[in-house]
């Protein structure tokens, strides 16, 4: 497949699908106000999507449009970055004893500020005004993005902190899921041949000379934070490729069963 | 009635702000309504997200509410009635010059 069609679907689905992950929290937010920047936040990413997967459809030139795309496609077949399907309730590994809850709002947070922090370092290097995307409807969507992801990072950087040097309760909680989620941003820097042949083209970016701007951004709120900055790991998820966790089956279950079971169903 | 300041620790309850907005084409900050949150900077990222996710504004205030000295319900009567009839306070018994359009 055409590597800006695979770049594409990488991006619109890791949206896509951490979209979908937010928008369990709507009507289950800690606070009233929280629930709805929570949600505002997960519909921000799923209009990024539409946008990302309807230029993936007419550059694929199958006929596919951003519906077929989200909906009629397995697990297999899409490229978002594991850390987005990860559950809102954080690893088996990080569970915590006495917390049985189905979300865990710390676990949210985290993953927001490391992808969120991820996806303005994208946005501003394909909008870089000395060497933009050579595709013009990337870097429009890019710009638009951009304004949007800056405030999630704003949103999560916050929180982090609150939680970070808050209790002692909220601060090992924090601590727990930044420990989780750390290894899995190893795959947003792990450039592969998809990558390369993007970036060669001038289409797209290269992942890996993003992450020193990414971990100051990152270690600053850390730091801010009393969080510990988890050691490095040789870890790297394989979502980008097609292989993802066991968590991606039931979101995709959830999110696709009414236009499988109704195909022409409209508002 | 839970407010800013000392009493939120016992209550367990983020204090109250009050929130103003300014639309694009108005001068003035108007009162929008009202959320929780911990402190004046979480209230003004609160009220982005709860208050102007319709381009409703271009600037926020946020204020604590129990800084607001109201008038009390009960004094309606002796505080607004005597008003009603003291017409001669409009600046309507004026002929205007036809000089000066658009007062």
Redesign the interface.
Known sequence: MDARVQTLLRLGDAALILGQRLGEWTGHGP????D??MA?VALDLIGQARLLLSHAGLLEGAGRDEDRLAYFRDAREFRNFTICELPNSGLANCAMRGHTQSGDYAFTIVRNLLFCAWQVQLWQALTDSRNPSNDAQLAGIAAKSLKESSYHL??AA?WTV?FGDGTDESHARAQAALDALWPYTNELFADDAVDAAAAQSGFGVLGAPLRAAWLAQVGAVLEEATLAQPRDSAFVSTGKSGLHSEHLDFLLAEMQVLPRAHPEAVW | MSGAGEDRMSTNE?PLWEVFIRSKQGLDHRHVGS????DS??AV??AR??YT?RMEGVSIWVVPSNSITASDPDDKAEMFDPAADKIYRHPTFYVLPKEVEHM
């Open positions: 606070v009233l106000e929280e709805i920047a505002n704003r949103h916050d609150r | 983020w959320l929780h949150a911990v900077a979480q990222r609160m997200d709860v996710r």
